[in-house]
């Protein structure tokens, strides 16, 4: 304790010297006890132990291994530490806790001990929440639909929460349904003695509604919603189809949030609703979809939003939780609050009244041609901060580092309309989403330095090709099903994306009737469990997958007032642009790293993140990766990410972008790493779970200085 309270009181100096005003919310940046490290998701640390001078004799301090890796599994959980105590979650989402210093566990807890074994498909999880109340100290976590806590001193349930331990997610949503799909993927932020939580859903029109919830964290009761698709009588819902709007789902928080603690204001932001790329029964602009929304934090009522996209059709959703940051503008001090997003902009308001610091303009835009599909005329685009990646593919961009690469993007482009960054889809010809349905940013989100007032963001810089199908008028039962469900992974093709997207061709070769229906029913890996749909058309589904023939008996109940709607048109599965041999389908860098002065909006430099051996083996400079997780910044003048397929963590200077360290990891670091000290040591810990195309890993790694 001592040590966090000499390091503390250095920070205030360091930031004194370098007159930075933004000090005065007094934020502990040697805290690393919330999603995005201190309490304003900055992911800035100020130790320094660690800097320019020695971070290249850094080296492994520990190893945690989890012993649950699983073929696609991952790990995209960005570990919080609180009194020596390291918390973070396995592939499979058992939570555990480690001591901080040597990585050696002090408990494990399986979810599914509780949860039982049939629900046994929970996804992913990006972090855990910690509260605590004199001697009552809690860790609350996401698995599948369940929000649970246990006491963080011993892993045990805390069986007063919820109902034994757990809250079931999929209720208290004001629906009449509750079987939907819901994983809460994203820690929810803890305000007093409220954990406000999102979830993220499915993105057909099955999917539930996205509504944020505020729940008690000694009890589990639901204190308040806020409903992001607005009810009759209720501000945005006049931006609706009143026909449909109460079948329409999505509009919901996967990303995290932040809350500004001291004007107690919640920072939400949302995705698209659903279906994501025809949005014929949900005409307008659709609020709250994909905006950032200010809420009470103690009562859950609208401040103020604004929407970065009118009725998307994209998938545009904001896709990390925002940062608090405090800024020089026009020789005054002002708190604002940033969102990144997929677009690669970033926006910008004045964290009271929800006033943009720099412009933002609304701009005509093309408009889709599909019947029964009402496109926006207008969007937003911000003029500063200045996009962190390019915000068109052009002629110039394909890729062109050998002819024959070329060619073949050039065949695949021959019916792709490109070079319009708001081009709807459309069934004539496919279209190229630039930047790609992955980003520009990502969930890792961005790290803020108080002291320079600079953001880091990491992007994808990569194309993606969006084709539509129209609706087969149901004919084949199975058929429909396989859309609505798998068609946006899997295509409607069933071709897949392959690595990170399996091809189904072929299925009925490697499982059984009895064995699909029980991998329908539980998930596995990436993929989530269908046990929210009906028994009998999982039975139909499986039918499908194995090319036999359909029941006489199977029906879509179309007229039904009941059923679920089906969209006009299906998009063909989510599909990069790349060539034969995988590469993707523009010129590189595929990676970025930028960095953003924020008193002016200005990039201060932008370099690739990441490397493809082969490629730089070939003679072509580092190309850059995909990359995903967030980066940290630390007073030693350092910048820290993983993120990338190449299965490294790295150091910049954060002044220059100057690559400093760079150390291989047992599996690629999809996360965000943890920057905290214990016993008189600075340490740097990243899950390296791999995933996403890679090889699945298990471990946690942690670096340090030598003794």
Excluded at 20 to 47: A, F, M, Q, V
Excluded at 177 to 192: E, H, S, T
Excluded at 426 to 431: M, V
Aim: proline letters at 6%.
């Amino acid at each position: 304790m001592l040590m966090k309270i000499f390091y503390f009181l250095l920070a205030l100096c360091v930031f004194s010297l370098l007159g930075c005003e933004g000090t005065k919310e007094e934020i502990d940046y040697t805290d690393w006890s919330h999603y995005g490290g201190p309490e304003d998701g900055s992911r800035y640390s100020s130790l320094q132990q660690i800097n320019k001078q020695n971070v290249a004799q850094l080296s492994v301090a520990w190893t945690y291994q989890t012993g649950d890796a699983t073929e696609r599994s991952q790990i995209q959980c960005q570990p919080i530490v609180v009194d020596g105590l390291l918390f973070g979650t396995t592939p499979k989402l058992n939570v555990f806790a480690l001591d901080a210093e040597t990585g050696k566990e002090v408990w494990r807890f399986d979810p599914f001990q509780v949860l039982g074994g049939e629900n046994s498909w929970a996804g992913t999880n990006r972090g855990v929440s910690y509260w605590e109340e004199g001697e009552d100290k809690r860790i609350l976590f996401g698995a599948g639909n369940w929000l649970m806590a246990v006491n963080a001193l011993t892993g045990q349930p805390i069986l007063e929460f919820g109902d034994q331990g757990k809250v079931d997610l999929r209720k208290g949503l004001d629906t009449e349904r509750q079987d939907f799909l819901i994983v809460a993927n994203a820690p929810g932020v803890i305000f007093k003695d409220k954990i406000i939580i999102g979830m993220r859903l499915s993105e057909g029109l099955d999917a539930a509604p996205g509504h944020i919830r505020a729940y008690n964290v000694k009890t589990g009761e639901r204190e308040w919603i806020f409903h992001t698709i607005p009810h009759e009588g209720e501000e945005g819902y006049e931006t609706w189809d009143a026909e449909h709007v109460q079948k329409i789902g999505g509009a919901n928080n996967w990303a995290g949030m932040v809350v500004d603690q001291k004007r107690e204001i919640v920072f939400v932001p949302t995705g698209s609703a659903t279906y994501d790329f025809w949005g014929g029964f949900r005409k307008g602009d659709n609020l709250y979809a994909n905006s950032l929304v200010a809420l009470n934090a103690n009562t859950g009522e609208r401040i103020w939003h604004f929407q970065a996209v009118h009725h998307d059709v994209w998938d545009r959703d904001f896709p990390a939780n925002p940062n608090l940051i405090r800024i020089q503008k026009d020789g005054k001090w002002m708190d604002a609050v940033a969102q990144i997003s997929k677009q690669g902009m970033t926006y910008v308001f004045d964290r009271e009244t929800g006033e943009p610091i720099w412009p933002i303009e609304e701009l005509p835009v093309s408009q889709s041609t599909l019947p029964g599909e009402e496109t926006a005329a207008t969007q937003p685009m911000p003029t500063l901060p200045e996009p962190f990646m390019k915000m068109r593919f052009e002629q110039q961009d394909i890729l062109s580092l050998k002819p024959e690469w070329e060619e073949d993007i050039k065949i695949q482009l021959e019916n792709v309309q490109f070079g319009d960054t708001w081009a709807p889809p459309s069934a004539d010809h496919g279209i190229i989403l630039f930047p790609g349905m992955d980003g520009g940013g990502e969930w890792g989100g961005a790290s803020f330095d108080p002291g320079t007032q600079t953001l880091y963001v990491n992007a994808n810089q990569i194309p993606w090709l969006i084709e539509m199908t129209p609706n087969a008028e149901f004919e084949n039962v199975g058929q429909s099903i396989y859309s609505t469900y798998c068609g946006n992974c899997h295509g409607l093709e069933r071709k897949g994306n392959p690595p990170s997207i399996p091809s189904l061709l072929g299925v009925e070769e490697k499982y059984s009737a009895d064995s699909l229906h029980q991998l329908l029913k539980k998930g596995r890996g990436a993929m989530p469990a269908f046990d929210h749909i009906s028994e009998e058309n999982r039975k139909v589904l499986v039918n499908y997958l194995l090319n036999q023939k359909q029941a006489e008996g199977d029906k879509k109940e179309m007229e039904s007032k009941d059923a679920p709607l089906a969209p006009r048109y299906f998009m063909n599965g989510y599909k990069r642009l790349r060539t034969k041999e995988g590469l993707y389908g523009s010129n590189p860098p595929w990676g970025l790293l930028t960095a953003i002065d924020m008193n002016t909006g200005k990039k201060k430099w932008q370099i690739t993140l990441g490397e493809i051996d082969s490629l730089s083996a070939q003679g072509f400079a580092p190309t850059g990766t995909e990359n995903y997780g967030g980066p940290v910044a630390t007073a030693g003048g350092l910048l820290f990410i993983a993120a990338t397929k190449d299965e490294k963590i790295r150091a910049f200077d954060k002044e220059t972008g100057d690559l400093l360290w760079e150390a291989k990891l047992p599996a690629s670091g999809h996360a965000t790493p943890a920057v905290y000290e214990k016993g008189g040591k600075q340490f740097l810990v990243i899950a390296c779970g791999g995933g996403k195309g890679t090889k699945s890993g298990d471990s946690y790694v942690a670096f340090s200085l030598p003794d």
